[in-house]
């Protein structure tokens, strides 16, 4: 069964919107999905509307494009990911990415300062998620939260300053779809 969650800036996930597609056998091109997320910038203002907006709109593009399973670079042996750009724009706040992590790799914890939306489309992999914990000494503390294993079709959207850091599981490169709400978001 596949999942839709969201996290927030405190670290903690809730099941998000409904995760099957309406209609599951008709194919959902990459340039429609582009012209929808650009109405939908232009109507919603706030990133849990936009979220909720997008994130079936990410999983019709996830589960009626089959190019997606075969669209992405293998990861490189000392980097331990790849990313294969699907639409970056310059000035228009939008990164369409595939990411690639290999077998044991453990990301950095991350920050990227905007909403996104990751679907899972081979592999598994662990998101540790994280939340402020501000003390004198160290006002931007973080603190891990808990964890979320993310399996084939699962779908995770996360707010502007949600920390997460990336764990593939398993013997097998995970490959993801990452939409994110602002440019030439880099990964690590």
């Known amino acids: 069964m596949n999942h839709n969650w969201l996290v927030t800036d405190d670290g903690q996930y809730h099941p998000f919107g409904h995760p099957h597609v309406s209609e599951p056998g008709q194919y959902y091109r990459l340039y429609r999905f582009l012209t929808d997320l650009e109405d939908i910038l232009a109507t919603f203002h706030d990133?849990?509307?936009?979220?909720?907006?997008?994130?079936?709109?990410?999983?019709k593009l996830l589960t009626s494009s089959y190019w997606l399973r075969t669209t992405y670079q293998l990861p490189h042996p000392d980097q331990g990911w790849a990313t294969?750009?699907?639409?970056?724009?310059?000035?228009?706040?939008?990164?369409?990415?595939?990411?690639?992590?290999?077998?044991?790799y453990q990301a950095k914890l991350q920050t990227?300062?905007?909403?996104?939306?990751?679907?899972?489309?081979?592999?598994?992999?662990?998101?540790?998620?994280?939340?402020?914990?501000?003390?004198?000494?160290?006002?931007?503390?973080l603190e891990p939260r808990q964890d979320l294993l993310l399996n084939p079709g699962d779908?995770?959207?996360?707010t502007r300053h949600s920390s997460h850091r990336v764990g593939p599981q398993g013997?097998?490169?995970?490959?993801?779809?990452?939409?994110?709400?602002?440019p030439m978001i880099t990964m690590g």
């Open 155 to 158: 779908v995770l959207a996360f």
């Open 84 to 104: 294969h750009s699907l639409y970056q724009e310059q000035d228009f706040p939008l990164t369409l990415h595939m990411v690639c992590w290999r077998p044991g």
């Open 112 to 141: 990227h300062d905007t909403w996104g939306i990751l679907a899972l489309v081979s592999g598994q992999d662990c998101h540790e998620l994280w939340h402020h914990s501000p003390q004198a000494q160290s006002p931007q503390a």
């Open 171 to 182: 013997e097998v490169p995970t490959v993801a779809l990452g939409l994110y709400g602002a």
């Open 47 to 59: 990133d849990i509307s936009r979220l909720e907006a997008i994130t079936p709109l990410v999983r």
